[in-house]
């Protein structure tokens, strides 16, 4: 009886087969592949997958070809297995791959094609119905006048949640309530370490160069070198590295890929980069392009993501359309998304990541998305420990920093312990937005709610 073909042996083969554009042949696919395997172990793979129906051929002998059956647009994925990000059958053959032992994973290094290859509005990562989907979402009414208009009309709400959202994919453990104390008041939160709470203030500080310089940033030398100098203050080894490119190796944990090494090369390609980025017309390509390829350069000693994620706002600020804050993005789907550019040059997993959250951020900040969207299914599984929680907040009389420490304390008492970070952050802002009009969601009594608001204040 033959060897069953299990589900993690077909996944590299799906990935490497939904990478290409068109159909492919069997040595493209070979050369596309992680690891190495078997000619005819890789034809009885791909017979299953054909036999599934997640594959279609064409052609006989040498001219046979393959690709994915019914291939669609990003926007077309499938739910997660568990919470995360619903992802695309590429993005899943990608996921299948970044989340194996470092061991099973082929070392790589810096492919100056991947970035060479790419010719600005010929070239898309985002297709075009994708890009018109994000445009309808993100369009406010602010299109037509200066740059950065509609940013500063947001600006107290995104200083908090970009701060927070960035950081906290960086594994900083600050909450939400924390990091409005700490950029509201400049109050640091006990028992965090001194990085993390400079990491915030950073933040705090590159966002607003994006604010009030709107008209002069851009993809140019200056805005990303400034952003990474503001981002990286006080957290480097030398002082000197910040805003200046590397001239020496780095390493990235938890990945087999090597970044470039020669201070040449990577002053060529990040010239290349910015040049590239620039020429790209539509917006919301710039911004993903930028995602996608500071990080797999690495042209900074540290902190490339992160200046990476905020120069992705560069053209929504400067066009006027809404933010990209990263609100409620796992930090799992946002490493291994990112693994996959760097070790296999795979942007599917990235680009769902991409969507779900200018979707999540459009749902904070564009009326746009609130007319068309569906009732949050996470807050309306916890529509009863949510009202316990703020309720309790409201009645104990907590202030930013009482609440902070009781939510984090009681969400574990309230939902499963994979679901306490999302909660808590639920809860925190709900409290954030709690005001004389809305308090009576939560069965609150107006005096409960006026003695509750002066000390939270």
Same mark, same amino acid.
């Given at each position: 009886?033959?060897? &069953?073909?299990?589900?993690?042996?077909?996944?590299?083969?799906?990935?490497?087969?939904? +990478?290409?554009?068109?159909?492919?042949?069997?040595?493209?696919?070979?050369?596309?592949?992680?690891?190495?395997?078997?000619?005819?172990? @890789?034809?009885?793979?791909?017979?299953?997958?054909?036999?599934?129906?997640?594959?279609?051929?064409?052609?006989?002998?040498?001219?046979?070809?393959?690709?994915?059956?019914?291939?669609?647009?990003? @926007?077309?994925?499938?739910?997660?297995? +568990?919470?995360?990000?619903?992802?695309?059958?590429?993005?899943?053959?990608?996921?299948?791959?970044?989340?194996?032992?470092?061991?099973?994973?082929?070392?790589?290094? /810096?492919?100056?094609?991947?970035?060479?290859?790419?010719?600005?509005?010929?070239?898309?990562?985002?297709?075009?119905?994708?890009?018109?989907?994000?445009?309808?979402?993100?369009?406010?009414?602010?299109?037509?006048?200066?740059?950065?208009?509609?940013? &500063?009309?947001?600006?107290?709400?995104?200083?908090?949640?970009?701060?927070?959202?960035?950081?906290?994919?960086?594994?900083?453990? /600050?909450?939400?309530?924390?990091?409005?104390?700490?950029?509201?008041?400049?109050?640091?939160?006990?028992?965090?370490?001194?990085?993390?709470?400079?990491?915030?203030?950073?933040?705090?500080?590159?966002?607003?160069?994006?604010?009030?310089?709107?008209?002069?940033?851009?993809?140019?030398?200056?805005?990303?070198?400034?952003?990474?100098?503001?981002?990286?203050? !006080?957290?480097? $080894?030398?002082?000197?590295?910040?805003? #200046?490119?590397?001239?020496?190796?780095?390493?990235?944990?938890?990945?087999?890929?090597?970044?470039?090494?020669?201070?040449?090369?990577?002053?060529?390609?990040?010239?290349?980069?910015?040049?590239?980025?620039?020429?790209?017309?539509?917006?919301?390509?710039?911004?993903?392009?930028?995602?996608?390829?500071?990080?797999?350069?690495?042209?900074?000693?540290?902190? !490339?993501? #992160?200046?990476? &994620?905020?120069?992705? !706002?560069?053209?929504?600020?400067?066009?006027?359309?809404? $933010? @990209?804050?990263?609100?409620?993005?796992?930090?799992?789907? /946002?490493?291994?998304?990112?693994? +996959?550019?760097?070790?296999?040059?795979?942007?599917?997993?990235?680009?769902?990541?991409?969507?779900?959250?200018?979707?999540?951020?459009?749902?904070?900040?564009?009326?746009?998305?609130?007319? @068309?969207?569906?009732?949050? $299914?996470?807050?309306?599984?916890? =529509?009863?420990?949510?009202?316990?929680?703020?309720?309790?907040?409201?009645?104990?009389?907590?202030?930013?920093?009482?609440?902070?420490?009781?939510?984090?304390?009681?969400?574990?008492?309230?939902?499963?312990?994979?679901?306490?970070?999302?909660?808590?952050?639920?809860?925190?802002?709900?409290?954030?937005?709690?005001?004389?009009? !809305?308090?009576?969601?939560? =069965?609150?009594?107006?005096?409960?709610?006026?003695?509750?608001?002066?000390?939270?204040?």
């Amino acid at each position: 009886m033959p060897k &069953r073909v299990s589900q993690e042996e077909l996944n590299p083969v799906l990935a490497a087969v939904a +990478g290409f554009e068109t159909a492919a042949s069997l040595d493209e696919i070979t050369r596309r592949l992680p690891a190495p395997i078997p000619r005819r172990t @890789l034809q009885r793979r791909l017979v299953v997958l054909l036999e599934q129906g997640r594959l279609v051929a064409h052609g006989t002998g040498s001219g046979r070809r393959y690709r994915v059956a019914a291939q669609t647009e990003p @926007l077309d994925r499938e739910p997660a297995a +568990g919470p995360g990000i619903p992802l695309s059958t590429a993005a899943r053959g990608t996921c299948s791959i970044t989340t194996q032992p470092l061991i099973a994973r082929r070392p790589v290094g /810096y492919d100056a094609a991947f970035v060479g290859d790419y010719s600005p509005n010929v070239s898309a990562y985002l297709p075009m119905g994708l890009r018109s989907k994000l445009l309808s979402m993100g369009r406010t009414s602010d299109e037509s006048l200066p740059a950065g208009t509609h940013l &500063r009309k947001v600006m107290d709400r995104l200083l908090i949640d970009l701060s927070w959202n960035s950081s906290r994919l960086e594994g900083n453990t /600050y909450s939400l309530l924390e990091t409005q104390r700490l950029l509201e008041l400049g109050e640091s939160a006990e028992g965090r370490k001194a990085e993390e709470t400079q990491m915030l203030l950073n933040h705090k500080a590159a966002i607003e160069l994006l604010a009030q310089q709107s008209e002069e940033v851009g993809f140019n030398r200056y805005t990303v070198c400034s952003l990474h100098a503001l981002l990286s203050d !006080n957290l480097l $080894p030398d002082p000197g590295a910040g805003g #200046r490119l590397r001239s020496h190796a780095v390493a990235i944990g938890r990945s087999v890929f090597q970044p470039l090494e020669v201070p040449q090369l990577i002053e060529e390609r990040f010239e290349e980069i910015l040049t590239k980025a620039t020429a790209i017309g539509d917006p919301f390509e710039q911004a993903f392009f930028v995602m996608v390829h500071l990080p797999y350069l690495q042209p900074f000693e540290d902190v !490339n993501k #992160r200046v990476s &994620r905020l120069a992705a !706002n560069i053209p929504l600020v400067k066009h006027n359309l809404s $933010p @990209l804050s990263f609100v409620d993005v796992p930090q799992d789907d /946002y490493l291994h998304a990112i693994l +996959g550019v760097y070790e296999l040059n795979r942007v599917d997993y990235l680009r769902d990541v991409y969507v779900w959250a200018y979707e999540r951020s459009c749902a904070r900040y564009s009326a746009i998305l609130q007319s @068309l969207g569906e009732p949050d $299914p996470f807050r309306l599984r916890h =529509r009863l420990p949510l009202m316990e929680m703020v309720g309790e907040v409201v009645r104990g009389g907590m202030d930013k920093k009482a609440a902070a420490t009781f939510i984090a304390r009681r969400s574990g008492e309230l939902v499963a312990t994979e679901e306490r970070a999302r909660f808590a952050a639920m809860a925190e802002s709900e409290l954030s937005s709690l005001h004389e009009g !809305n308090f009576a969601r939560f =069965r609150l009594r107006p005096s409960e709610f006026t003695a509750w608001k002066a000390k939270w204040k």
